[in-house]
């Protein structure tokens, strides 16, 4: 089967290409730097462009039966926040035009388990929504572009949308890779900090989890409808601990109290938008340190086959990796 993929060179989009081609089927790959690209095959074929440009999607998209959307902008920030709505909205609803005017069977797009909204004392599922709007432009975008994946899945275009929850695991070691990044940095010593007094939680998949959940939302009857695609829910505490005795490099670890987090962001936000420096977090980021964030992924269990890998398991085999790569360096 000839199938498209945008994000192709990003973390899941690497991941999942590879696993595509093992199954023996042809890729068109969307890409904008020759830097990013790290997968050769005979049976896959790049192609220079834009999800913002229609007449270079056109052209890459021709002959496919099956498209991937997993292109975004998926940033802290940006000095003009529109960046954020050009790409993950109207990039979306490009794809979406595209593939309805070239009768594609199905497109499967990638969103994020961020537009759920947190769930405190709850456990959020497809159903739930933001009790007071999003934290985030990159949250609000890719809300905007489920909107029109809606309303292309009701023009009757084959639409599945996922909800990867906080990645990590073996791959390109990249800012949508951000949790394999403070894992590498906790193992190294590097990493001292707990959010608060550690006790919020989040929800964090594997990223062989998430790519499987991609394949089978291809072969599985589920045209319109979404999926969340999450792993383990744990407490910030717990998780370095796990990280601790998986890896036999247990840190010490220092409480910082949100208040300090969120003026730190503040004032880091503040150098961004007056000297365009780059700040690790802003204010919308920080806020979502004063949430729990446990989601459900009964719905993708029950309807994708979907399989959540232990976090242990899901660790060691990150740790070894990334053992592995500084074994090399």
């Known amino acids: ?81 529109h960046i954020f709505y050009k790409i993950n909205t109207e990039g979306t609803k490009n794809i979406l035009s595209i593939a309805f005017k070239l009768n594609v069977k199905r497109v499967i797009i990638t969103s994020t388990a961020g537009v759920i909204g947190y ?17 985030t432009d990159y949250e609000k975008s890719k809300h905007l572009a489920e909107i029109e994946i809606e309303r292309f899945s009701a023009k009757g275009l084959e639409t599945v949308t996922l909800l990867p929850s906080r990645l990590y695991g073996p791959g390109l070691m990249s800012e949508s890779n951000a949790v394999s990044l403070l894992i590498k940095k906790y ?7 707990l959010p608060g007094n550690g006790n919020k939680s989040g ?3 594997f990223i062989n989890d998430v790519i499987k959940g991609h394949i089978n939302a291809m072969n599985k009857n589920v ?53 365009n420096f780059k700040p690790t977090l802003t204010p919308g980021w920080a806020r979502k340190y004063l949430h729990n964030w446990n989601l459900s992924s009964r719905k993708a269990m029950e309807k994708l086959n979907y399989k959540i890998t232990p976090l242990e398991k899901g660790l060691k085999e990150t740790i070894d990796w990334i053992n592995s790569i500084k074994e090399t360096d």
């Open 1 to 81: 089967m000839k199938i498209f993929v945008t994000g192709a060179t990003g973390f899941i989009g690497s991941e999942l290409v590879k696993e595509l081609l093992k199954q023996g089927h042809y890729i068109h790959a969307l890409y904008r730097d020759d830097r990013k690209i790290i997968i050769k095959d005979k049976n896959l074929l790049y192609f220079r462009g834009e999800i913002t440009e229609p007449v270079s999607l056109e052209k890459a998209m021709q002959g496919c039966s099956i498209v991937y959307h997993l292109a975004a902008y998926a940033k802290v920030w940006a000095k003009d926040s």
């Open 119 to 135: 769930s405190d004392n709850t456990m959020a599922d497809e159903n739930h929504s933001p009790e007071n709007g999003f934290f």
């Open 187 to 193: 193992v190294e010593g590097k990493w001292h900090f």
């Open 203 to 205: 929800n964090y998949v």
């Open 223 to 275: 045209a319109g409808e979404r999926f969340i695609l999450g792993g383990v829910n744990i407490t910030y505490r717990s998780f370095f601990n796990t990280i601790g005795k998986v890896s036999g490099k247990k840190q010490w670890m220092i409480p910082v109290p949100v208040i300090i987090i969120f003026l730190a962001s503040a004032f880091m936000w503040i150098l961004a938008e007056m000297l």
